[in-house]
């Protein structure tokens, strides 16, 4: 095959592929159903880490932006035998950077925190308004379904969130997510 005979099918090949080829959708208008398992600590005070359940989901309203609701539960032990629930919902949005496979995120959600059983810290209302800044990075298994570890920063109105650094109360989850919407 000549070599002009071979520049003449590339270029007819590039055209057929630019004219013929689907919609891209990257993730707009994509649901995410998930949960994670992890751990939940109050920072002052020396009080131990406690076991944390969380489920999520979120929608993709444009490849970089999220609004997520989360839901998270974790069981603390300040008295022996008196175990003390922390309940949580947030609602808000996360910024993605969208690199293929992994997928890095920060986002700034408010929300509900109620204690309930045991004592809680003294310092804290048995119902809390709050804000969390969640940082995560998913892996992108297949279309439809993704893991991942988040960590969270939690503020509270009557313990505000000084900085990233300075957060009353710290989580963090390995997480998997199922997706719809491709």
């Not at 300040?78 to 808000?92: K, M, N, Q, V």
């Not at 109620?114 to 969390?132: D, I, T, Y």
């Amino acid at each position: 095959m000549s070599p002009v005979m071979g520049r003449v099918l590339a270029l007819c090949g590039a055209a057929v592929a630019l004219l013929c080829a689907g919609r891209a959708h990257a993730y707009e208008e994509q649901w995410h159903f998930g949960g994670g398992v992890g751990a939940g600590e109050f920072v002052n005070g020396g009080y131990p880490m406690a076991p944390m359940l969380g489920v999520h989901v979120a929608y993709d309203v444009s490849d970089m932006f999220d609004f997520r609701l989360e839901l998270g539960g974790s069981q603390h032990e300040f008295l022996p035998e008196r175990p003390t629930r922390l309940y949580s919902a947030s609602a808000g949005v996360v910024y993605k950077l969208d690199v293929l496979e992994w997928v890095p995120y920060a986002g700034i959600l408010g929300g509900y925190h109620a204690f309930s059983g045991g004592p809680w810290p003294r310092h804290l209302k048995q119902q809390e308004l709050g804000v969390s800044i969640p940082l995560g990075l998913d892996y992108t298994l297949s279309r439809t379904f993704g893991l991942g570890v988040q960590i969270a920063y939690h503020g509270f109105l009557s313990d505000p969130l000084g900085g990233v650094g300075d957060a009353p109360y710290f989580t963090t989850l390995l997480r998997a997510e199922y997706r719809l919407g491709w």
